[in-house]
């Protein structure tokens, strides 16, 4: 294999979290097969020393950006990077756990040629399964994910559970299991579904252009998938259940999202059935 060509493409973005960025690259550094496969970190601006730290792992391929692109677009930027046939998001407050991922990865694609995004199992901090899977959201999906007292109106509490998957028992379905999109804390697609998509949506500055970028590998004919063939640790901590500047980004990517495929949950494997 040449230098040019790699197998698998890590791309991790940060922005202001050296802690969690260490933590996640420490992880990493000795379970990639480095001859084979590649690991980028796309910085948004970061000024909190995250540039030394990542000039002490020379194995690393670190690209600044000047300012905060959000992440859809710093993804794609690593993405237009990426010298692999396979492609992995990875956020930085994950930690790796399982030895050789490209390896891995390779041999899923080559098993499942209809794959458009795989999501690996994310675990919480104690090792319990995260809520990683999801079905499309419908439009008052973001209401009831945040205003607890909504649920209270019973189609309210049965979107958030339709939405989070709770009606699944996981230990009991195959591996891998279709579904309607994985959280972008880890995707992983081929290069060539990238290129084909154009990436993410530019359009989202944060948040959901990891369920957008699912909706649109399923418009292509693909299936998303959930796999336990890899374990990732996610310190998930939500940004947006408050009130901010960041929520009301998210709410308008959630808004474009839906304005741009007519109410994403036709696309659900729920409405199909």
Not at 13 to 31: F, G, H, M, P, Y
Not at 160 to 178: G, K, S, W
Not at 196 to 208: A, C, E, Q, S, V
């Amino acid at each position: 294999m040449s230098e040019a060509e790699k197998r698998l493409s890590i791309i991790i973005i940060t922005w202001n979290e050296l802690a969690n960025l260490e933590r996640c690259l420490l992880s990493l550094v000795d379970k990639v097969d480095f001859s084979q496969d590649e690991v980028i970190v796309v910085d948004n601006g970061s000024k909190d020393g995250s540039a030394e730290f990542v000039a002490t792992l020379p194995q690393i391929r670190y690209f600044p950006l000047e300012s905060n692109l959000g992440v859809g677009p710093a993804r794609n930027r690593g993405l237009f990077l990426a010298r692999g046939r396979y492609c992995m998001t990875l956020d930085n407050d994950t930690i790796f756990l399982t030895n050789d991922p490209g390896s891995i990865v390779e041999t899923f694609f080559e098993a499942h040629p209809d794959a458009g995004v795989v999501g690996f199992e994310l675990l919480n901090v104690d090792r319990t399964r995260q809520d990683s899977t999801r079905r499309f959201p419908r439009f008052y999906q973001p209401i009831a994910a945040r205003v607890a007292a909504t649920r209270k109106l019973g189609f309210v509490q049965r979107e958030l559970d339709r939405h989070l998957m709770t009606d699944t028992v996981f230990e009991n379905e195959t591996d891998p299991m279709e579904v309607d999109y994985v959280l972008g804390a880890n995707q992983t697609f081929t290069k060539k579904t990238a290129a084909l998509l154009m990436g993410y949506d530019d359009r989202i500055f944060f948040g959901p252009e990891d369920a957008e970028f699912c909706v649109r590998t399923r418009k292509m004919g693909l299936r998303n998938y959930y796999s336990r063939r890899i374990s990732i640790v996610h310190d998930y901590k939500r940004r947006t259940r408050k009130f901010s500047r960041l929520t009301i980004k998210h709410l308008a990517g959630f808004a474009y999202m839906l304005k741009k495929h007519g109410g994403v949950f036709r696309y659900s494997l729920s409405e199909r059935r």
